[in-house]
């Protein structure tokens, strides 16, 4: 499986981005899909993730309700739409897949759940 994140780009605060990750390689709908970012000299971040078993999403705290995750399991293709970006969003976001198949809540959040990653897109957001 290979995952190709696009979308990123340059945006003021305030305004809004549509992250694609499309999968080359079948990706069973059990597997959990998610977002991560980093910024620069930050250690990597959780930011969203949807649960392949149930669709249950989860977010990061920091996000207060302003992005939203997707999936389209006929394309293989995972979206995060960011809405109200400021400029601490910066950072390049990375889509991820779990072969989990039982992840857990407590789990969901973690990186080192995931095995397949793509190579990222960078978000950069001007105040």
């Known amino acids: 499986v290979q995952l190709q994140a696009s979308g990123g780009g340059l945006v003021q605060a305030g305004g809004s981005l549509r992250l694609s990750c499309a999968a080359s390689?079948?990706?069973?709908?059990?597997?959990?899909m998610a977002w991560f970012r980093q910024a620069p000299g930050k250690e990597r971040e959780f930011v969203a993730a949807?649960?392949?078993?149930?669709?249950?999403?989860y977010y990061g705290a920091s996000l207060k309700g302003r992005f939203a995750i997707s999936r389209d399991n006929a394309r293989n293709t995972m979206y995060l739409q960011m809405n109200g970006l400021e400029p601490e969003d910066t950072a390049v976001y990375y889509c991820?897949?779990?072969?989990?198949?039982?992840?857990?809540?407590?789990?969901?959040?973690?990186?080192?759940?995931?095995?397949?990653w793509g190579r990222g897109t960078l978000v950069t957001v001007s105040s």
């Open positions: 949807i649960r392949g078993r149930d669709n249950n999403r």
């Open positions: 991820a897949v779990s072969q989990n198949y039982g992840i857990i809540t407590s789990q969901i959040r973690d990186s080192n759940e995931y095995v397949y």
């Open positions: 390689g079948q990706i069973d709908r059990r597997m959990s």
